[in-house]
């Protein structure tokens, strides 16, 4: 599963760029105007963006709590949020699925917290919010049906 981001920086007011991370590999890849930014192997792994003049700025990209559905860059210092920040309702709609799944136990929690990060990238969809809404709240009922099924079967164990 794959989170994708397009977003500008203030550092590059002239240039578009796209972040793409797997939640599971924890692989990411930087584009920079549809171009692959060049990855370091340095600690913390910072992307190196090219600036006109050929000057390299060394981007590192960081966890963002609370929201973990997304992450930042950290350039000279200065953290560059990729995605636009959830309404306070957004979170708390989209974290009922992994609130759910407490009481079944460790698998339970994996499949609640993966619902709740694709709940939280249906709310920053640039679609209409009727629609953002509907797929949030499928999930939602997606996730209650297994886990009515998950407690059936621990209660018949």
Not at 13 to 23: A, L, R
Not at 48 to 72: C, H, W, Y
Not at 109 to 130: C, D, L
């Amino acid at each position: 599963m794959k989170n994708t981001f397009e977003f500008k920086l203030p550092h590059f007011p002239t240039d578009n760029f796209e972040f793409e991370n797997n939640i599971f590999s924890g692989k990411a890849t930087l584009k920079q105007n549809g171009v692959i930014v060049e990855q370091s192997k340095e600690r913390g792994k910072p992307f190196l963006i090219k600036r006109v003049n050929d000057e390299i700025v060394e981007a590192f990209p960081k966890m963002n709590i609370p929201d973990i559905s997304t992450q930042v860059l950290s350039i000279d210092g200065k953290r560059c949020v990729m995605a636009a920040q959830l309404k306070w309702h957004e979170y708390i709609i989209g974290a009922l699925s992994f609130l759910s799944f407490f009481s079944v136990g460790a698998i339970g929690i994996i499949v609640g917290s993966t619902a709740t990060i694709i709940n939280y990238n249906f709310f920053r969809e640039n679609t209409s919010p009727k629609h953002k809404y509907l797929k949030v709240f499928g999930v939602n009922i997606i996730c209650l049906i297994l886990y009515l099924i998950a407690v059936n079967l621990k209660m018949n164990q």
